[in-house]
């Protein structure tokens, strides 16, 4: 069975055959961590999770390499390290084990590798310097920028002309830059800014040039698909393609594959709304499964409407599902044989979660109906899909949580008591002790490392 997946590139559905089906290589570009990912964050996490089960399916569990890069060196990373007065090492840290934990809670496996931007600097500086060699980039006032008329394709994602790039203003106009859609590669470090020497001064790279480097070192020149949210499209993966095929003269990546947004109960999804779930707050409210099931209930391409009613539906299914699993413990076989070969169908279709759960919603009813056969078939596919993941009993005695607590404030006020106990303000880190302490929150010290309880 062919797999058939849209490319946001040709704008067209096309067949999957991978460059070398011993290593089919995908790369998708992960968080930037400062602060808890947000639902939103999820969808792609959850998404191409899908995509790396398909591919392990067909081309054999050790025949797929996927990275799913993290960018810890950034504006808004800087921004939230003064903000909060953590050292950027201490609070990148603590935001890639949130991730972490997120992702494992929405069920997603592990990728092959996740390489962080501040362990891959020389390779983005030698990147830099080829382009600088053929012409492609410039240097300007300590910073190097990309010359976008070097590459005739410039645009070919987005579907948009350079003419139009320029008059739609989303690129920043400045001095420095020859054509205001030249972008940065590289930029000079402000005082108390990160920092590495490069020939061009002590600065720090763009964030497009850190996907360019990331993904060849580990899938090469080229590679079979490049995932990311749809606001990704342009500039982000835009500039990624002009850089490495600049650079390596060579197409980059073979299918562009692009999620859709996610918007809460109708609206746009935004701080200022007030809208804005995080991950880790569901965890008090809801199972993983529930957050997956109803995240794979929309299209991947489609736009997906956050809803507390959806939530509650697809916990409703869940508890049927978990139910006949615990019923008919004894006849279980899990197994690739038994996996549903209708939902595969649905699946190769350009992944199409929501036919490939109506298919479960058919073997359900079947397997109610007690055909042994269908049980297997639907209980082998939930964990294909990467569901039902609880034991019956876990998943029956949970209860949400209905603390108030705001995680983010507690981990706030550690990382604050933590620099205090570093400047040795002691009486400050005492007095933050016992500020957690009066909102039930009990912390311990041990190896260098503090973690809290509630009281
Ligand atoms: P960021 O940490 O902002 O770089 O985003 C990490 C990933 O989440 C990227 O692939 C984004 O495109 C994706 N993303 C961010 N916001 C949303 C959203 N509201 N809906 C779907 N995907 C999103
Ligand atoms: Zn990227």
Not at 73 to 79: A, F, L, P, R, Y
Not at 96 to 121: M, N, Q, R, S, W
Not at 323 to 347: C, G, P, R
Not at 393 to 403: A, F, G, H
Request: proline share 3%.
């Amino acid at each position: 069975m062919d797999y058939q997946f849209y490319d946001t590139y040709s704008n067209s559905k096309k067949i999957f055959l991978p460059l070398d089906p011993t290593n089919v290589r995908m790369y998708v570009c992960g968080p930037t961590v400062y602060d808890y990912a947000h639902v939103g964050n999820a969808r792609p996490v959850i998404v191409f999770d899908i995509v790396y089960r398909m591919l392990k399916f067909k081309y054999g569990e050790d025949h797929v390499t996927y990275v799913r890069n993290i960018t810890d060196v950034d504006d808004k990373i800087i921004e939230a390290s003064n903000t909060l007065n953590e050292d950027i090492v201490s609070l990148t840290k603590r935001t890639i084990e949130y991730f972490h934990d997120d992702a494992e809670y929405v069920g997603a496996l592990k990728p092959t590798y996740e390489p962080k931007a501040t362990d891959h600097i020389s390779e983005m500086i030698s990147i830099i310097e080829k382009l600088i060699k053929k012409n492609h980039a410039y240097e300007s006032d300590g910073n190097v920028l990309f010359a976008v008329d070097t590459f005739e394709n410039y645009g070919q994602l987005s579907g948009k002309s350079l003419e139009d790039l320029i008059a739609g203003s989303r690129v920043e106009v400045a001095e420095y830059k020859k054509n205001s859609a030249d972008f940065i590669l590289w930029k000079p470090s402000k005082e108390n800014e990160p920092g590495w020497d490069s020939p061009w001064g002590k600065g720090r790279p763009g964030w497009h040039i850190e996907c360019s480097a990331m993904s060849e070192k580990f899938l090469g020149q080229m590679f079979d698909i490049h995932g990311g949210g749809q606001d990704l499209t342009f500039p982000h993966h835009e500039n990624e393609i002009a850089q490495s095929e600049s650079c390596n003269d060579k197409k980059f990546a073979n299918f562009w594959m692009h999620n859709g947004f996610l918007s809460i109960e109708g609206e746009k999804m935004s701080k200022s709304l007030g809208n804005f779930i995080t991950i880790n707050e569901l965890k008090n409210r809801y199972q993983g499964d529930v957050i997956r099931l109803n995240m794979l209930l929309t299209h991947y391409r489609q736009p997906l409407n956050w809803t507390e009613k959806g939530l509650k539906e697809s916990k409703k299914i869940l508890d049927k599902w978990y139910k006949i699993i615990e019923t008919n413990n004894q006849n279980l076989q899990q197994d690739h044989e038994n996996i549903s070969k209708k939902m595969m169908v649905a699946l190769a279709d350009d992944v199409n979660t929501p036919l490939a759960i109506s298919e479960l919603h058919q073997l359900y009813k079947a397997a109610n109906d007690g055909d042994n056969k269908a049980l297997n078939a639907f209980y082998s596919s939930c964990k294909f899909l990467g569901i039902l993941n609880s034991s019956y009993n876990d998943w029956n005695t949970w209860q949400p949580s209905d603390t108030n607590l705001d995680e983010n404030l507690i981990n706030e006020l550690i990382a604050k008591r933590n620099q205090a106990r570093n400047s040795k303000d002691f009486s400050e880190a005492d007095r933050i002790r016992d500020e957690l302490l009066n909102l039930g929150v009990i912390l311990q010290d041990k190896d260098g490392k503090t973690t809290w309880k509630l009281k």
